[in-house]
């Protein structure tokens, strides 16, 4: 069964603009990370942030991670018409262990 | 950097007749591949876990029967849709979980299956 869910489940900008989607899970993890998958395609890992880790970056890229709250947030800055695709996040109980999806949220970026 | 190549991308078959998926670890061994299933618009769901020299495990409510794991070597999972239906038509997608040095999950390129 899926571990949370991703909100918002569809987001529309702008080319420049950012975009921020959250992802919130049930139970306690080892790490979160996060995924792109363009339409069909298989999935690209983005980032992996632990749980004793409250903020990451990569390039354009924000992740936030809240394990009190078990939230996490996904920034993507400035972003580009490239950028469109859906992003999940995962969450991993324990190292090696099976990943478990988010719902996705849907992000189109207007040239 | 490591890779996982899965096979067909794409396939399409009758009602009733069987589909083999095969994923590869190209340049590492995978004791563990876990499979996926993503129907369109929606997250993936694992259907189970392929482990090599014994019996997959399958996730509650996965027909063992239908969805035939075999995990031959450590370099080769294969998941077989058997007596395929259209509703089996889905997105397939395996993934090699960390480990030998490897920080994080490598997923194939997936494999679009239409029955028709």
């Known amino acids: 069964s899926q571990q949370g869910e991703e909100d918002p489940q569809a987001l529309s900008i702008q080319e420049g603009e950012n975009a921020t989607m959250n992802c919130s899970y049930k139970?306690?993890?080892?790490?979160l990370q996060w995924y792109r998958q363009n339409s069909g395609r298989g999935l690209v890992h983005l980032i992996l942030i632990r749980s004793n880790e409250r903020e990451k970056h990569s390039g354009r890229l924000r992740v936030t991670l809240d394990t009190s709250k078990k939230s996490s947030s996904l920034l993507i800055t400035a972003s580009r018409a490239a950028d469109t695709a859906s992003y999940f996040c995962a969450t991993e109980k324990a190292a090696g262990n099976k990943l478990t999806f988010g719902g996705g949220t849907r992000v189109l970026v207007k040239p | 950097g490591a890779v996982v190549s899965q096979h067909p991308s794409w396939v399409i078959c009758k009602s009733g007749t069987s589909v083999k998926i095969e994923c590869r670890s190209l340049?590492?061994?995978?004791?563990?591949m876990f499979w996926y299933r993503q129907f369109p618009k929606q997250s993936l769901m694992l259907m189970a876990t392929s482990n090599e020299g014994s019996k997959a495990t399958y996730e509650q409510g996965v027909e063992k029967d239908k969805f035939l794991i075999n995990h031959a070597s450590l370099t080769l999972s294969t998941l077989t849709v058997t007596s395929a239906h259209p509703e089996d038509s889905s997105f397939y997608i395996c993934?090699?979980?960390?480990?030998?040095?490897?920080?994080?999950?490598?997923f194939g390129q997936g494999t679009r299956l239409t029955v028709v």
């Open positions: 993934s090699a979980p960390p480990g030998q040095g490897r920080t994080e999950a490598f």
């Open positions: 340049d590492f061994q995978a004791t563990t």
């Open positions: 139970t306690s993890i080892n790490n």
